[in-house]
Structures are given as structure tokens and as C-alpha cells.
């Protein structure tokens, strides 16, 4: 009897928990303001060593795209590695990107090609927290 009341006390409370709507943050990231200078693609190219001291080579593009949307490509020598989909607006010199659940906040500059972000309390966009892009043609 106290197994069948634990499982209704605990089925009541696991579908009166309300599920988080991130269509509310769709509504806040779509549409916001930002710098048109970001648009396009942007590479990365790094270098890491594995538990054998091997290297390995690392592709990483950003795209920012119209409409607060973009996409992060990372790949291991020409395979890709993985594909993250992200929502991303500016103010002022940040760069909010929300992906994986996170709202990331980077300090971000560009200069000539050059894109840098950094990392402010970051979960990671790579491997570390100050990363440079190239613009891409």
C-alpha cells in the first residue's frame, strides 16, 4: 500500500511540473537587433593532442545567418565531427548566442576578417574561451 501511495505522490507530482516553453525565448532572440558585419561564415582552424600525443586537426566554421539564426560546424580533419544549430543576437559589443538549451554571453570584436569572441561564463562554443575566425569567401 505505501509503494502504490509513493508512486501516485510521485506521478502527481512529475506531470504537475509544467515544461519550460522555449518558443518564449524564440520570441525573445527572433527578431532582435544584430550587427550586420556578422553575417556569413566564419573558419577556425586548431590543433589538440590526445592521450598517445597524437595531433589532431580541428575545423571549426561559424555561420550567422539572417533572421537571428546560425549554425556551428566542427569537424576532425575533414569529417564532421558534429553540427550545432544556434539563435544568436548583439547589443552593443556582446554576442548572445542560445543553443543547447544555454544563453551564452561573448564580448565579441571585429576587425578587418578577423572575428574574436570571448568567453563570458560560457559553457564552450570550441575548445577555448578566446577564439579567433577568419572571414570566409
Same mark, same amino acid.
Given at each position: 500500500?505505501?509503494?502504490?501511495?509513493?508512486?501516485?505522490g510521485i506521478?502527481?507530482?512529475?506531470f504537475s511540473?509544467?515544461?519550460?516553453?522555449?518558443?518564449?525565448?524564440?520570441?525573445?532572440?527572433?527578431?532582435?537587433?544584430?550587427?550586420?558585419?556578422? #553575417?556569413?561564415?566564419?573558419?577556425?582552424?586548431?590543433?589538440?593532442? /590526445?592521450? $598517445? +600525443?597524437?595531433? &589532431? %586537426?580541428?575545423?571549426?566554421?561559424?555561420?550567422?545567418?539572417?533572421?537571428?539564426?546560425?549554425?556551428?560546424?566542427?569537424?576532425?580533419?575533414?569529417? #564532421?565531427?558534429?553540427?550545432?544549430?544556434?539563435?544568436?543576437?548583439? /547589443?552593443? $559589443? +556582446?554576442?548572445? &548566442? %542560445?543553443?543547447?538549451?544555454?544563453?551564452?554571453?561573448?564580448?565579441?570584436?571585429?576587425?578587418?576578417?578577423?572575428?574574436?569572441?570571448?568567453?563570458?561564463?560560457?559553457?564552450?562554443?570550441?575548445?577555448?574561451?578566446?577564439?579567433?575566425?577568419?572571414?570566409?569567401?
Amino acid at each position: 500500500m505505501f509503494r502504490l501511495m509513493l508512486l501516485i505522490g510521485i506521478s502527481i507530482a512529475l506531470f504537475s511540473c509544467e515544461k519550460q516553453d522555449d518558443s518564449e525565448l524564440d520570441d525573445i532572440i527572433i527578431g532582435r537587433d544584430f550587427d550586420p558585419e556578422l #553575417l556569413g561564415t566564419w573558419a577556425m582552424n586548431s590543433t589538440s593532442r /590526445d592521450y $598517445d +600525443n597524437a595531433n &589532431i %586537426f580541428w575545423i571549426d566554421s561559424i555561420h550567422f545567418g539572417e533572421n537571428n539564426i546560425g549554425k556551428q560546424r566542427i569537424y576532425q580533419f575533414s569529417e #564532421l565531427e558534429r553540427e550545432v544549430p544556434f539563435q544568436y543576437y548583439t /547589443d552593443n $559589443d +556582446n554576442l548572445f &548566442i %542560445f543553443r543547447n538549451n544555454n544563453l551564452e554571453n561573448w564580448i565579441y570584436e571585429i576587425k578587418n576578417d578577423s572575428l574574436t569572441i570571448v568567453s563570458i561564463y560560457s559553457i564552450y562554443i570550441s575548445y577555448s574561451d578566446v577564439l579567433t575566425y577568419l572571414k570566409s569567401k
